[in-house]
């Protein structure tokens, strides 16, 4: 119940009296309370406290499986820990547990943080690789993609970002407000203004699509964008969509 309402530190805490009573812990109880540290947005429970009970399940002569180190190298990708996530990533290989998409995906992300776009490349091919050998396993989906070129965008790897968006599109991946304000990001740093205007038509093509629908943060990074190159009619025109979508700037 309390993990259905997402009450996470009431869940750790009950977690902690039963381990004062000595009442015996098994996997389920182990994997509860760790997804639910992770979960929480308490740096100490994801940073020290997840980390603490992984290292007590393996105490215990529990073996984690997938979705514990799932859970473990999220917390690391949260924490902006690459390092210590491609170590565990390492360790469950080595144990012969196959990775699924979301704990590359959790790789991906560390990657932004340490601007190490070409691991986060490496990763994401390898990711593919995998599901590719395996039909049980879903393809890269949004989120995966979201991941990418965030990364990319992050580390100023615009061209790149835009490549893996059209690879996504081509992949039959439905795009969402994330990727494009993402894409736009990159080329807004750079003064790119009539890349951004292509990035908002196609926003607006899909204007079907809920998901996509700009926010008033999209229409400051296009007016941002023609700022740097002194595009001041467009950046006006920008403004004057933004109000006329109720918006506020």
């Known amino acids: 119940l309390l993990f259905r309402h997402k009450r996470w530190e009431d869940a750790i805490g009950i977690f902690d009296k039963l381990v004062n009573d000595a ?3 098994d996997r389920f109880k182990y994997t509860s309370v760790i997804s639910a540290c992770v979960k929480s947005k308490d740096s100490y429970l994801v940073n020290v406290k997840a980390h603490n009970l992984f290292r007590d399940m393996q105490q215990a ?3 984690p499986g997938v979705v514990e180190y799932g859970a473990i190298i999220h917390a690391c990708a949260k ?3 690459l390092q210590r996530a491609l170590l565990l990533f390492e360790q469950m290989q080595d144990e012969h547990l196959e990775p699924d998409v979301p704990i590359y995906t959790s790789l991906v992300k560390a990657c932004a943080h ?3 776009w070409e691991k986060a490349m490496l990763l994401f091919a390898e990711m593919e690789h995998s599901c590719a050998m395996d039909q049980k396993k879903e393809p890269p989906k949004t989120l995966a993609y ?3 070129i965030t990364t990319l965008t992050n580390c100023r790897q615009r061209h790149k970002a835009r490549q893996t968006f059209e690879k996504m599109v ?4 439905i795009p969402d407000r994330v990727t494009y304000d993402r894409l736009i990001q990159g080329y807004e740093i750079s003064g790119e203004w ?3 205007l292509s990035i908002m038509e196609m926003m607006k093509n899909d204007a079907h699509n809920a998901r996509v629908l700009p926010k008033a943060t999209t229409y400051h990074r296009a007016i941002s964008a023609c700022q740097k190159q002194g595009a001041w009619e467009r950046a006006l025109m920008f403004y004057k969509e933004m109000n006329e979508s109720e918006l506020k700037p």
């Open 194 to 196: 009539e890349v951004v």
């Open 114 to 116: 340490s601007g190490d």
């Open 23 to 25: 009442v015996p812990m």
């Open 61 to 63: 002569r529990i073996r």
């Open 146 to 148: 979201n991941a990418l």
């Open 79 to 81: 924490e902006k820990n």
């Open 170 to 173: 081509d992949q039959g991946v």
